[in-house]
């Protein structure tokens, strides 16, 4: 029998996209995916010998639940923190669900600006938490006079997320530190979620290390295209890892050890910004033109900062409008999962090759016009 607290939660949509995918699959449609979630890049073959090197040297047993000390101080040192401030998870979703577990009071507020990653509102949900949604459309950013109204003392933690998955927004110095100080004064914990923070395009995101009351989440999955090797961490205070650290040491335990050291070694040659621009710059041709080609279709949308996601607003709700998409050869997510206020738009990841694009564009044109 499923426990109650899962009652709220549901893998339908998620369940409904794929199923319509294979469907039209079947029907012999070429569908182009620009729903994913990763880097369309294999990891850099020089880390992958360098795990094969790990895994010969033996990293093969647990580590320390904080993660070896090579790779707490190289991500210490990236942040200007001390080693004792950074924990290694298995993902930055172990990292998510720990901070989840540890800060959330059964009973309490989560906030959650809308749209947002859609996981957020799946750690609430199984920690008994009250989800309190803030509206950003149509710009996407926070607006911390409507978040000060929205805040109380019954708000246990805020998620935020930038660049932004779905939006590809970055927010400003200037209003993240209004969002942690408005937190503060209601004894909130802010969970910063960086895990995009290496692909950016013109603005360059804030990081809130350091700062007390926040934990801040990030991860190789993104940055080094490694989302299968499952390497995330946070930075917090020492006093804030300890609260983590009685959830990992039961849930993720360690992140796996070759992994582990393969990420230390490639941040300590000094490759690792030079893997990330090289992805970077591909991401950013096509950024341009999906931005380009949306708004030649006459579509609302807000040109991402960071991430690879757009998130138009599109004429006709995003469950028809994704499904009939589909028919026509191209994927798109449903802007629902990802929060209220978000049945008129879809997301598209352009993590995918330029050609895909291309083509998903010319498909997707055509939809529209239809409409
Ligand atoms: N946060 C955000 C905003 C994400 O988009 C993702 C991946 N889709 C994650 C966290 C999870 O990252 P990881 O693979 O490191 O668990």
């Known amino acids: 029998m499923e426990a109650r607290r899962l009652s709220q939660i549901s893998t339908s949509m998620i369940r409904r996209m794929f199923e319509v995918v294979q469907e039209a699959r079947k029907k012999g449609i070429d569908v182009v995916n620009l729903s994913i979630g990763e880097p369309d890049f294999d990891t850099h073959p020089e880390i992958v010998e360098k795990a094969c090197e790990a895994m010969r040297k033996s990293f093969t047993h647990y580590t320390s639940n904080f993660g070896i000390d090579e790779l707490r101080a190289a991500i210490a040192e990236r942040y200007g923190v001390e080693p004792k401030n950074v924990m290694v998870t298995a993902g930055a979703s172990e990292a998510l669900m720990n901070a989840a577990l540890a800060f959330i009071e059964e009973g309490s507020k989560v906030v959650i600006p809308s749209p947002n990653f859609l996981s957020y509102f799946t750690y609430a949900k199984v920690c008994g938490g009250k989800i309190v949604q803030l509206k950003t459309h149509p710009t996407f950013e926070i607006d911390v006079d409507a978040l000060n109204e929205l805040m109380d003392k019954d708000v246990s933690l805020v998620f935020i997320n930038y660049p932004n998955n779905p939006t590809g927004v970055v927010a400003d110095e200037k209003t993240l530190k209004a969002v942690v100080e408005i937190a503060s004064d209601c004894n909130a914990i802010v969970v910063s979620d960086e895990i995009y923070d290496a692909i950016y395009y013109d603005k360059k995101p804030t990081s809130l290390a350091g700062m007390e009351n926040v934990v801040v989440v990030n991860g190789f999955s993104k940055s080094l295209a490694m989302t299968g090797w499952r390497i995330g961490f946070v930075i917090a205070s020492e006093t804030l890892l300890d609260s983590m650290l009685k959830v990992h040491q039961v849930n993720g335990v360690c992140a796996p050890a070759f992994a582990q050291k393969a990420v230390a070694d490639v941040l300590l040659s000094g ?15 096509r950024r341009d033109y999906v931005y380009d080609e949306l708004k030649k279709m006459g579509l609302e949308v807000v040109k991402p900062e960071g991430a690879f996601y757009l998130f138009p607003r599109v004429p006709i709700n995003c469950i028809e409008f994704a499904e009939k998409l589909v028919e026509k050869g191209v994927a798109v997510t449903p802007g629902l ?31 529209v016009e239809g409409l």
């Open 271 to 285: 490759k690792a910004d030079e893997i990330a621009n090289e992805m970077v710059g591909e991401f950013r041709k």
């Open 337 to 367: 999962p990802f929060g209220d206020w978000n049945e008129n738009y879809v997301r598209i990841s352009y993590a995918t090759s330029m050609e895909n694009l291309r083509i998903a564009m010319e498909r997707m044109k055509e939809f």
